[in-house]
């Protein structure tokens, strides 16, 4: 299909937003049409399909002997935000899962590794990555190995326009070649090495690592599987909220512990049912001190930008990107060469919901 197949096809639909970024404009889908998913980018010439879901497994033995008849990757699952990295009209730009180029993921990218000499050399090439860390302005978790700012991990590199990304030996070689930084790997194994593999999430849960993600060895084939105390560190992390996260967004993280649990005969102790219980119960009573400490429900963020244009266009970009999200600059500076910004998400829905509780007011569920 041409390209101007699809814009038109995804504008008679509803579904096509567009975006400027300097002097880059673009369109992207907003839902899904056909192949074409949320997230796919398209300016002028080029498309870049969206990162394909990834289905998770819940029960680690039978996930694997159901979805590998023979050798495949494992390697670690980095818990950041996702982004695509390509070069278009002379600049290298990242952009998030939905399709938007973001003025911070790009701007920090000469921090992360020399992008210009790999596209200089594979100008066709997208570079699929996670970028984790404390300061970063989309999430609230991130591993435990990165105590300060952002890092940057690659898991997948695509040619323009198709969706299965090149064969994970050859990215680990190419990757590697130009200095770019991985998520970690821990070797290739067959469907026999459950317990091989067992072990190794184990070892992830202690650390507090999300978990791994399995690759078939021509990367047409992938499943994700997590740890017992990452699902935890979610509810414990977002409870605060809770009245802005879809119910699902809870129970699917229960069900993966039970799951896990079950196939493991991991005892189900006072401490564990404590700590499940915990962050739950904590995790909300931290909302509601929130709410009557400073009437509203919010979280605060601190970004480094090399560029202080990336750090405007960054504000702007996500004062746009949500209805229900109010933005309050706190402080804009500069520290060891960097211009850092210290802002606000006010939640407006689970403010207005609290407030309303608070004052005796009912609500309709």
Not at 82 to 107: E, H, L, Q, Y
Not at 230 to 235: E, K, Q, R, T, V
Not at 297 to 302: D, G, L, M, N, V
Not at 336 to 343: A, C, H, P
């Amino acid at each position: 299909m041409a390209i101007s197949e699809i814009l038109k096809k995804a504008l008679d639909r509803n579904i096509l937003d567009e975006g400027d970024y300097l002097d880059i404009h673009y369109y992207r889908i907003s839902d899904d049409m056909g192949k074409y998913k949320r997230g796919t980018f398209i300016s002028g010439d080029r498309i870049i399909m969206n990162y394909p879901s990834i289905p998770r497994i819940m029960r680690l033995e039978e996930g694997i002997k159901a979805n590998f008849k023979t050798h495949f990757f494992v390697e670690e699952k980095v818990d950041g935000y996702n982004v695509r990295i390509f070069k278009i009209k002379g600049m290298i730009v990242a952009i998030t899962r939905g399709g938007f180029i973001c003025p911070f993921s790009t701007d920090r990218l000469k921090d992360f590794a020399s992008f210009e000499r790999f596209f200089e050399d594979h100008p066709e090439l997208v570079i699929a990555g996670e970028i984790a860390g404390p300061e970063n302005p989309y999430i609230e978790v991130y591993p435990p190995y990165i105590r300060e700012d952002v890092r940057f991990f690659a898991f997948d590199v695509f040619k323009s326009g198709e969706k299965i990304p090149i064969a994970p030996h050859r990215r680990y070689e190419i990757l590697e070649k130009y200095g770019i930084p991985q998520v970690r790997r821990f070797g290739r194994f067959s469907p026999d090495d459950v317990e091989s593999i067992r072990d190794i999430v184990f070892d992830l849960n202690r650390e507090g690592i999300e978990g791994i993600i399995l690759k078939s060895v021509d990367s047409t084939r992938m499943v994700k599987y997590t740890t017992i105390n990452i699902n935890i560190s979610d509810i414990e992390a977002d409870a605060w909220m809770i009245l802005e996260m879809p119910g699902n967004f809870y129970t699917s993280r229960i069900a993966r512990i039970g799951f896990a649990l079950d196939e493991f005969n991991i005892p189900v102790d006072d401490e564990l049912l404590k700590r499940v219980g915990k962050a739950f119960i904590k995790g909300f009573l931290k909302g509601i001190e929130m709410y009557r400490r400073t009437g509203r429900i919010s979280h605060e963020y601190r970004l480094r930008f090399n560029d202080d244009q990336n750090l405007a266009l960054f504000l702007d970009h996500i004062k746009t990107v949500s209805d229900s999200i109010k933005i309050r600059i706190k402080r804009i500076y500069r520290e060891d060469g960097k211009f850092v910004l210290e802002f606000e998400k006010v939640f407006l829905k689970s403010t207005s919901e609290i407030s309303q509780i608070m004052k005796g007011g009912g609500i309709y569920d």
